[in-house]
């Protein structure tokens, strides 16, 4: 059973950093491609960054510049630093793994808001 287990959100002002973590468990973790998507109020859940096995890193160009994915394979752990914060990155943040089968396992979430 494949579990992630996000960290790491919070209240931040404008122009503040954040680093979230999302841990998991129940996979060989170095061989799954994982990412995180957000969803703010009223809106659809869209990807923020992903890293593949190889290191592969893209972002969305919202996010470009500001935002880093990196991974640990001897955490099982993905992150995500969050620089100059706009209250537009206000959301609910979630942690994605793809596993080898195709099926899509997500976190619970992790609220990140951005006062301005």
């Known amino acids: 059973q494949v579990q992630l287990v996000e960290s790491g959100g919070g209240l931040v002002q404008a122009g503040g950093s954040l680093r979230l973590s999302c841990a998991a468990s129940g996979t060989t973790f170095e061989i799954n491609t994982v990412g995180w998507y957000r969803q703010a109020p009223g809106k659809e859940r869209d990807s923020v960054a992903r890293?593949?096995?190889?290191?592969?890193?893209t972002y969305a160009d919202s996010v470009k510049g500001r935002f880093t994915i990196s991974r640990d394979n001897t955490k099982n752990t993905v992150y995500l630093q969050m620089n100059a914060l706009k209250p537009e990155d206000t959301a609910v943040y979630y942690c994605l793994l793809i596993g080898l089968d195709g099926q899509t396992y997500w976190g619970q979430g992790t609220q990140v808001t951005v006062s301005s």
């Open positions: 890293i593949t096995p190889a290191y592969i890193r």
